[in-house]
């Protein structure tokens, strides 16, 4: 693809498979075209490695952050479930919506905590919401620890970051899927890895080998989920861009 920016002329030009069209710069089109580049680009520089929660890394796009609060104060789930814990700093983020909400744990699952980030989160005034869990997150004595110390009745959401292969992520979806309650989230992050496919740092088999595409066969395959991002609570943009990391992440439960 390429992408001519003028602003002297107020215009952004899109050069791509389907050909070649020119749009207004400051449309929502023009506003997404570049949104996608910027996405991209910021990705190959880390931009997203560049945050912290509470004094932990938190290794997520703001824009995402944000949106799983809207949905996680929205759903005000007893348990969120998390696989993937690297710095901890989801999980404090996650705990201090909780603590803040007066309602809610989390359970955090990595295949290594290592020691250092053990410490450092066990060590976190909010470590009474959070139950660090150790082992493969799609295995079946993880997901039965997991689902042991989830209590009849309480509404349960997921949150799916750790291995972003397909066949993982797939597992993930099938082992946790039952967890999750009724109108409650089911959420598969990191989707674009699809489109990073060309970039510098990315790999040819993510346009295939990603989040999104799991989350899509998996909606696909079952009656209960349905593929839709959550309803946007306040919004008094000019259109709404798509600016994200979360490609085709968010499944909710219908039945």
């Known amino acids: 693809m390429k992408l001519t920016a003028d602003t002297d002329s107020g215009t952004v030009t899109i050069e791509d498979a389907a050909g070649?069209?020119?749009?207004?710069?400051?449309?929502?089109e023009g506003f997404q075209a570049i949104a996608d580049l910027w996405l991209k680009v910021g990705w190959n520089q880390k931009y997203s490695y560049a945050f912290t929660w509470f004094g932990r890394p938190l290794i997520q796009l703001p824009e995402d952050v944000i949106r799983l609060q809207e949905a996680i104060f929205a759903v005000k789930p007893d348990v969120i479930v998390e696989t993937g814990i690297a710095h901890g700093g989801s999980a404090i983020f996650m705990a201090s919506l909780c603590e803040a909400m007066g309602k809610g744990r989390v359970i955090s699952v990595d295949i290594e905590i290592r020691s250092h980030n053990r410490q450092a989160i066990e060590a976190d005034p909010l470590s009474h919401r959070i139950t660090l869990?150790?082992?493969?997150?799609?295995?079946?004595?993880?997901?039965?620890?997991?689902?042991?110390?989830?209590?009849?009745?309480?509404?349960?959401?997921?949150?799916?970051?750790?291995?972003?292969?397909?066949?993982?992520?797939?597992?993930?979806?099938?082992?946790?899927?039952?967890?999750?309650?009724?109108?409650?989230?089911?959420?598969?992050?990191?989707?674009?890895m699809e489109d990073l496919a060309d970039t510098p740092l990315g790999q040819a088999e993510w346009a295939q080998d990603n989040p999104a595409r799991a989350a899509r066969d998996f909606a696909a395959a079952r009656a209960d989920f349905t593929l839709e991002p959550p309803p946007r609570p306040f919004d008094e943009s000019a259109g709404t861009v798509v600016h994200t990391y979360y490609n085709s992440a968010w499944l909710r439960r219908v039945v």
Not at 20 to 28: A, D, F, P
Not at 141 to 170: F, N, W
């Open 20 to 28: 070649s069209r020119t749009v207004e710069l400051w449309s929502q």
């Open 133 to 192: 869990i150790e082992g493969d997150s799609a295995g079946a004595d993880t997901v039965a620890q997991v689902r042991a110390l989830c209590k009849p009745g309480e509404r349960v959401m997921v949150i799916l970051d750790s291995d972003h292969s397909y066949d993982h992520v797939m597992r993930e979806l099938e082992a946790y899927a039952p967890l999750v309650s009724p109108g409650s989230l089911l959420v598969a992050t990191d989707g674009v």
